[in-house]
């Protein structure tokens, strides 16, 4: 996300990683016991983080791809506790629209899951040399990268190069996949009960234009802001006009 914050110098903005990924460790439970990181798991997480820093209405939450799914999820469960409006708003990039599995989004959500199914099944040593695959870093750039700028695109395969590996264990990565890969956005949009930004990518290749007009439709307060040129790696590719899409969603909430 760096890019985006350095396009947004007139906010404060925290970026924090999710438990077991970056510099953060996982979740444990009160005795250090392990804790299952599913989407309840990282709502909380979100919930105590907001808690920690101070944060309230006057302030905007913001989640990219599975980051999307994490944030509507969060927002979801206080409205279904009746707790008080936390945020100003809600800005989602990239957001996950659509049921991967299903439509045209199948075959490769199905070669992505036979992946991670195979992590699963190998011992941890073994998982780790699936994970780590040089193969499975190729196959992400070919798919993923929408830019023809060869700059930009050395780029991307160095940033992916230094963190698509950043997390803390193959079971938390796969508890995270699994997270990530059997929840939607819009399966939570009835109650995002506050003003919510969908900022896709035109080419987005996680989701469908189709599936984010369904998404806006089912949103109380929604708006979309598709970013021309790029799909869902716009955190790369177009950070200026994303920061943009944001700006111009804060300054409404004034």
């Keep these: 996300m760096q890019l985006i914050v350095d396009a947004l110098p007139e906010y404060e903005i925290f970026v924090p990683?999710?438990?077991?990924?970056?510099e953060t460790a996982p979740l444990t439970g009160d005795h250090g016991e392990p804790v299952e990181h599913d989407l309840d798991a990282y709502a909380a997480f979100v919930e105590a983080l907001a808690d920690e820093l101070s944060l309230g209405p006057?302030?905007?939450?913001?989640?990219?791809?599975?980051?999307?799914?994490?944030?509507?999820?969060?927002?979801?469960?206080?409205?279904?506790?009746?707790?008080?409006?936390?945020w100003g708003g809600l800005g989602l990039f990239a957001p996950i629209s659509n049921d991967i599995f299903s439509g045209r989004l199948f075959p490769g959500a199905a070669g992505v899951d036979l992946y991670y199914?195979?992590?699963?099944?190998?011992?941890?040593?073994?998982?780790?040399?699936?994970?780590?695959?040089?193969?499975?870093?190729?196959?992400?750039?070919?798919?993923?990268?929408?830019?023809?700028?060869?700059?930009?695109?050395?780029?991307?395969?160095?940033?992916?190069r230094r963190y698509f590996s950043s997390y803390s264990d193959p079971r938390t990565l796969l508890q995270a996949y699994w997270a990530s890969s059997r929840h939607t956005v819009t399966e939570f949009a009835a109650d995002l009960q506050l003003p919510v930004l969908l900022a896709p990518g035109a080419q987005d290749q996680l989701s469908t234009p189709a599936g984010q007009r369904r998404l806006r439709r089912a949103l109380p307060q929604g708006e979309l802001q598709v970013l021309r040129g790029t799909g869902h790696l716009l955190h790369y590719e177009k950070p200026a006009p994303a920061a943009r899409a944001l700006r111009r969603f804060i300054a409404s909430l004034e």
């Design 117 to 160: 199914r195979l992590a699963r099944a190998l011992p941890a040593r073994a998982a780790q040399l699936i994970l780590h695959s040089r193969l499975a870093l190729m196959v992400t750039n070919a798919s993923m990268i929408v830019s023809r700028d060869p700059a930009l695109i050395g780029y991307i395969r160095d940033q992916h």
């Design 58 to 86: 006057q302030d905007v939450l913001v989640g990219h791809s599975f980051g999307s799914i994490v944030v509507a999820a969060h927002q979801a469960r206080r409205t279904r506790s009746r707790k008080p409006r936390r």
């Design 17 to 22: 990683d999710l438990p077991g990924f970056g």
